[in-house]
């Protein structure tokens, strides 16, 4: 046997993660079917997601300490724990936390099969967590596919609307085809290097990406994979779809958490390859194709859309072209950790603007079937100044106007790729998130300038109004401490204790 | 020169039979024809020396998978008289034409022309892992992390299938 007991300590956080999310199912199987009381349920997920985090800080502190190196390796090199996979699954638990109690407020999951919820949910953040660990292809693949079945499953339970099931079906198959995709291409790579250690991968990947053909393709394939799940552009068209169908805080975690969990599956990949000193610059250039046009087509599209949730979309795949610039850094560029660095507080501003935006539908859907218009908002600054100032606030931030944490995101980014000299992009970059603040900006104007009746605030939406409010407060206080959380990222990912 | 007749009459098989499954008219027929046809990619599986591949190939694929495809054909019954497997639009028919034989000249000026790196590490078939129990031996100590997170995916299918069929209206809209 080559494991001991400190490598289960090194995946406790899973574990933890697994046995708070049976606990609500197995009561009901229990009690004939009846379901636990929703707040209940809603504090063991909690609980799990809270010991989740601490185990994880605790593996951290205890194992770097006693090794004084500033990573944990398990499981025959599969696992991984470092700087990244701290900060990224802290990101995913915290944002999978406010989701849950969107959950919570929202009717049509509270009060049908919400332990079923609160178990898928909690088996797509162990998808995350363990895809933010990995250091292995195979585990990587696994992993995604938990975190993908999950969700299919979440979209598919929301109530029997004809949308639902389309972007049910419509995720499965796609998801599917990027799945089948990634997993040929993992072949390939395997076939070329003859290892699927993402390491023992990378200190090969430059030299046989210019000789073995097999390897060029796998590595082709793999990259197109991971941009279905992050959805750049040519792959994107699933998106805007699946997540106008699938229950708001759903979507909130298909946004944000899975998409932080598929950057960092897909910033991995490239990590350990110095791809810099390629002969060829065709891949670099595909890649850097792949960012810009996904900035351009999704703000554009934005523009085009009355249905805020549909807006919403849009624009998150125009944020995971910024984000991408980052990875391309990261990949590309002969300072690997900039690119990590930047990577990592662009995913956090991210992560909380976007829950923010995402709990704003909840605090207005009375039932699945409501339909949030952007005109719906008028006059909300007069029905309710805090939440209107909230929105205002997210709004700013996602479209990058300065004091906001989503101003310092993309400052890092851009100058991280004005450093390694990807100037176009960067044009590109600025660019299109000019474009962006005229759709950013229109709801405002629709709260603060237009008057009559809009959308009701739902009352009993407590949670969902609080973590409104709250990720606004966040996103400025973040904002204005922003130099100094850049540097705490960066420490925790290059240095070691 | 054994290897090469053995070859070339289990690829045979899967090609015709891979043929079989497109150009069929009777879905029915068509699931048939798969099955041959993975019975001949099996056969390829033992004449590379990788007999355990071969053998799921014919358990998994083959006995299980196939068969519900077959049963799932059957339910639906489908009704096949006077359809072509194709469908001959006006510009679809030749857009189509053109998409297979772009792909076919490509597949084959590769194969024609030699071109360089086409190495793929090829390991010793007589080595050890080739053989089934260090392949388990390796599933559960190397690979054993993997293992048990497949197993958290086996559990997460039925629950979210039977929570699926819970829902009112279950798998069709309203």
Request: proline share 3%.
């Amino acid at each position: 046997m080559n494991f001991n007991l400190s490598e289960l300590i090194v995946v406790a956080p899973l574990f933890w993660l697994f046995i708070a999310s049976i606990v609500p199912m197995t009561v009901k199987a229990f009690r004939d079917g009846q379901e636990m009381n929703p707040f209940t349920s809603l504090m063991y997920a909690t609980f799990g997601l809270v010991g989740a985090a601490a185990l994880t800080l605790s593996a951290v502190k205890g194992f770097w300490k006693i090794s004084g190196l500033n990573f944990v390796e398990a499981f025959s090199r599969a696992i991984v724990i470092d700087g990244i996979t701290v900060w990224g699954s802290y990101i995913i638990f915290v944002v999978v936390g406010f989701c849950l109690f969107l959950l919570y407020d929202s009717k049509e999951t509270r009060d049908k099969l919400f332990s079923e919820h609160i178990f898928l949910v909690l088996n797509a953040t162990i998808g995350m967590a363990l895809v933010v660990m990995s250091n292995n292809l195979i585990v990587t693949f696994i992993s995604i596919e938990l975190m993908s079945l999950s969700l299919y499953l979440l979209i598919a339970l929301n109530k029997e609307r004809l949308l639902s099931k389309e972007a049910a079906l419509k995720y499965f198959v796609l998801g599917g085809v990027g799945s089948a995709i990634l997993l040929y291409g993992i072949a390939f790579i395997y076939g070329g290097a003859g290892t699927t250690n993402l390491q023992e991968v990378g200190e090969l990947a430059a030299q046989l990406f210019e000789n073995n053909v097999f390897f060029r393709f796998g590595t082709i394939l793999t990259c197109v994979g991971f941009a279905f799940k992050i959805s750049l552009v040519p792959f994107h068209s699933w998106a805007p779809d699946v997540y106008q169908g699938a229950a708001t805080p759903v979507t909130g975690i298909m946004a944000t958490a899975v998409k932080v969990a598929s950057f960092i599956a897909f910033l991995r990949f490239f990590l350990y390859a110095d791809f810099y000193d390629l002969n060829s610059d065709q891949f670099v250039w595909f890649m850097q194709w792949l960012a810009a046009l996904t900035m351009i087509v999704g703000n554009v599209a934005a523009i085009m859309q009355d249905n805020f949730k549909r807006m919403l979309a849009y624009s998150s795949v125009a944020h995971s072209g910024y984000a991408f610039m980052a990875v391309i850094v990261a990949s590309f560029g002969t300072d690997s950790d900039a690119g990590v660095t930047s990577l990592m507080f662009y995913l956090l501003s991210y992560s909380i603007m976007t829950v923010g935006t995402f709990a704003l539908v909840v605090v207005f859907e009375k039932s699945a079937d409501t339909v949030l218009l952007t005109t719906d908002l008028k006059g909300l600054s007069k029905r309710s100044p805090a939440l209107a100032l909230g929105l205002s606030l997210l709004l700013f931030s996602l479209a990058g106007l300065p004091p906001s944490i989503g101003f310092f995101g993309k400052f890092y980014v851009f100058s991280a790729t004005i450093e390694q000299g990807f100037y176009w992009l960067t044009f590109v970059g600025v660019l299109s998130s000019i474009i962006s603040v005229y759709y950013y900006l229109r709801p405002v104007v629709v709260m603060y300038m237009m008057d009559g009746e809009g959308f009701e605030v739902r009352k009993e939406a407590f949670f969902s109004r609080s973590i409104v409010v709250l990720s606004a407060i966040g996103v400025c206080v973040l904002g204005l401490l922003s130099s100094r959380i850049f540097r705490f990222v960066q420490s925790s990912i290059t240095e070691s204790l | 020169m054994a290897d090469i007749v053995v070859f070339y009459i289990f690829a045979g098989i899967s090609l015709a039979a891979a043929a079989g499954v497109v150009f069929h008219p009777n879905p029915v027929v068509s699931v048939l024809h798969l099955v041959a046809a993975m019975v001949g990619v099996s056969g390829l599986f033992f004449t590379l020396g990788a007999p355990f591949i071969g053998m799921v190939q014919i358990l998994v694929y083959a006995g299980a998978v196939i068969i519900l495809f077959l049963f799932v054909v059957m339910i639906f019954d489908l009704k096949t008289d006077g359809k072509n497997p194709f469908t001959y639009g006006l510009v679809t028919h030749y857009a189509k034409l053109l998409f297979i034989g772009c792909l076919t000249g490509l597949l084959l000026s590769k194969l024609l022309f030699k071109l360089d790196g086409f190495e793929f590490q090829s390991p010793d078939p007589l080595a050890p892992q080739y053989e089934v129990r260090n392949l388990a031996k390796v599933m559960f100590t190397d690979y054993m992390f993997m293992f048990e997170v497949l197993g958290l995916l086996l559990l997460v299918i039925p629950i979210g299938a039977v929570a699926l069929s819970r829902v009112r209206g279950g798998t069709h809209a309203e």
